[in-house]
């Protein structure tokens, strides 16, 4: 099992639609919301396509076959 990528965040959290560009998983903002809606996105297990879903340190999510860490 590969390694999640890390994602540092120096908030308190951060949104899952700003995670995705921050990742650079979207270009814009506003493409992470028709990405929610073709993509699943699993967080700590569960399905989530929230996005304005807040991300806090120690979350981890799975996308596209990725593996991501909020890191804070």
Do not use: H
Not at 44 to 61: A, C, I, P, S
């Amino acid at each position: 099992m590969q390694r999640p990528t890390e994602i540092k965040i120096s908030t308190e959290y951060i949104t899952l639609g700003q995670l995705l560009k921050f990742a650079g998983i979207v270009d814009r903002g506003s493409d992470s919301k028709i990405f929610l809606l073709e993509n699943e996105v699993i967080i700590d297990g569960v399905q989530d396509n929230r996005r304005g879903r807040k991300l806090r340190g120690g979350e981890t999510l799975e996308i596209g076959g990725n593996t991501y860490k909020v890191v804070r």
